[in-house]
C-alpha cells in the first residue's frame, strides 16, 4: 500500500460541524454490536460543567479556520441518557449544561448558531421529563433502534418503539442503525419496523459498524450491505441519509459526501478528539491503522483514513467515484474488513436498471422540495 496522502476532504465553504460529547458510560441495555466497555458506572456530574470549558479550548481553532461556518450541532450521548432510574439531579444538571453551553457560543462564538441534539435508546417510559428537557433546549431527539442484539426483552423493544411514536413529527428527528450482520437479515427478513419509522417522518441515519470486540461474529460483506440498500431502495426509503444523496444527485441537487469527519470531533472522558478510531473503539488503533500508526495525529488521521480506504476499496478508478457517498473509513480499513464488490458501485448500477424509482423520488422532491 503506497504511502501517500490522497485529497479527499473538502473544506471549502462547509457550514455545518459536530461536537459529540459522551457524558458518561452507565447504560440500561447491553448491545452485542456497542464500542463502550461499559465498566465505568459512575456519573459525575461536576464533569458535566467541565465540558463547555473543554469545548471552548478546542473549537475556537476550528472557528477560526472555517469562516464559513454556520451551525454547530451538539450533539449529547451516553451510556443512556435518559433511563428511568437516573435521578433528577442528572436532568438538572443538563439544564446547567445547555444554559451553560448555549452562553459560551453567544459569547465567544457568535457567528455560529447551536442546535442540540440528545441521542438515546428509547428505553424510559418517564416521557414527559425528557420532553421538557429538549424543548428547553430547543433541540432535537434521535433514537437509536436495531432488532437483533440490542433489547434484551420483547418489552424493552416495543418501549422503545412506543417513546419513537410519542416523539415523532414533533422533535424526533433521526432513527440510527448499525449494520450488523445479524441487524441486516433481520431487516430483510422479518422487521419492518424501518419502513413504520420512515413513515413517521424520520430520518434512518445509517451507521457502518466500527469493530468492538465482537467482530468476527457482526462484520458484513459487501454482499450484505448491498443486499440491505437494495431492500432499502426497494422499499423507497427515501429518508435514509446514504440514500437520500445519491437519489439528489440524480435530480440535479448534490449535497456532497454523507461523512465529512473533518468536522466532526468528540470529546470521550474529557478528552477532544477528530480521531474516530480513539473514539469509536476498544480494539487497538494498530487493528485499524496498520503500518501508518506511528503517523497518525490529531491532524491528520481524517486524511491518512480516508486514503487508506480509497485504495483499499479502489475508488478512483469507479465510474461513481465523483458522486459516491463512500463508507464510514474507520469501519472499512479495520484489518477484519474484506474486500468485496462495492455495495454502492452495485447500488448505482442497480438504479441505473430502474429509471422509475429515480422518477419516484423526483416526484416527491419536486412536491416538498430540497431538504
Known sequence: ???????????????????????????????????????????????????PFIIEENFKKEYDRYPSLK????????????????????????YDFVTTTRNLFEL?????????????????????????????????????????????????KQTMIETAKY?????????????????????????????????????????????????????????????????????????????????????????????NCKFCSQITYGEWSTDCAKCSSALPAKMFYQHNIDRITEENSNEIKASMGLMKRGCLTCKYFNRCQMPCWISFIFEGTKVGECHYKRIYEYLDQHKEIIEEFRSEYERSGPK
Open 1 to 51: 500500500m503506497a504511502d501517500s496522502i490522497i485529497p479527499f476532504y473538502d473544506i471549502e465553504g462547509n457550514e455545518e460541524y459536530e461536537i459529540a460529547c459522551m457524558m458518561f458510560e452507565n447504560c440500561n441495555l447491553n448491545c452485542k454490536f456497542c464500542f463502550e466497555t461499559h465498566r465505568n458506572k459512575k456519573i459525575d456530574l461536576n464533569y458535566f460543567k467541565e465540558i
Open 108 to 156: 465567544k462564538f457568535p457567528r455560529v448558531e447551536i442546535l442540540f441534539s440528545w441521542l438515546t435508546n428509547g428505553v424510559f417510559t418517564k416521557r414527559k421529563r425528557v420532553e421538557d428537557l429538549v424543548r428547553f433546549s430547543k433541540g432535537i431527539i434521535n433514537f437509536s433502534y436495531d432488532p437483533i442484539n440490542r433489547f434484551s426483552t420483547e418489552k424493552q
Open 167 to 259: 416523539f415523532a413529527h414533533n422533535m424526533g428527528s433521526k432513527i440510527s442503525i448499525v449494520l450488523t450482520k445479524d441487524n441486516i437479515k433481520e431487516f430483510i427478513n422479518n422487521d419492518n419496523q424501518l419502513v413504520n419509522f420512515h413513515n413517521m417522518g424520520y430520518i434512518i441515519d445509517v451507521n457502518y459498524y466500527i469493530a468492538n470486540i465482537n467482530w468476527k461474529d457482526l462484520i458484513p460483506t459487501d454482499d450484505e450491505i448491498y443486499e440491505f440498500l437494495k431492500w432499502s431502495v426497494d422499499n423507497r426509503l427515501f429518508r435514509m441519509k446514504v440514500l437520500e444523496r445519491i437519489f439528489h444527485y440524480y435530480v440535479g441537487h448534490y449535497l456532497g459526501r454523507y461523512c
Open 71 to 94: 451551525r454547530v450541532y451538539i450533539m449529547m450521548w451516553g451510556g443512556e441518557l435518559f433511563y428511568d432510574a437516573l435521578s433528577d439531579d442528572v436532568f438538572a444538571a443538563y
